[in-house]
């Protein structure tokens, strides 16, 4: 499985950005996996950002970006969206998508995701 970010780049605050992560590999990839994205600013840990689980396409969002991101994904062209809006300065990072084969409790955690993509920067200005 290979997953491939790409939608990043310069927005000033209060713009929007759409994150795109393909999916390819395994032809049943996007609908037997969750998927997931995660954010890296510099000097700081990979931090959870938001997840949509394979079995009812239930989203989940980071408290930080609740109401404001919006994690999706489109079956017929294997790919996951991260639609972000009203963003602000400290949402400026590498941001990662993710895979995994099955549900996990511990979605939240960075360790518990098998596949990365290669991540893309999103830079917020003020």
């Known amino acids: 499985v290979q997953l491939q970010a790409s939608g990043g780049g310069l927005v000033q605050a209060g713009g929007s950005l759409r994150l795109s992560c393909a999916v390819s590999?395994?032809?049943?990839?996007?609908?037997?996996?969750?998927m997931a994205w995660f954010r890296q600013a510099p000097g700081k840990a990979r931090e959870f950002v938001a997840a949509?689980?394979?079995?009812?396409?239930?989203?989940y969002h980071a408290l930080s970006v609740k109401g404001r991101f919006t994690i999706s994904r489109d079956t017929a062209k294997s790919t996951v969206y991260l639609q972000m809006n009203s963003l602000k300065p400290d949402d400026t990072a590498v941001y990662f998508c993710?895979?995994?084969?099955?549900?996990?409790?511990?979605?939240?955690?960075?360790?518990?995701?098998?596949?990365w993509g290669q991540g893309t920067q999103v830079t917020v200005s003020s």
């Open positions: 590999g395994h032809t049943s990839s996007i609908y037997t996996m969750s």
């Open positions: 993710a895979a995994r084969g099955y549900w996990s409790v511990a979605y939240t955690s960075s360790s518990s995701w098998t596949y």
């Open positions: 949509v689980r394979s079995s009812n396409s239930s989203p």
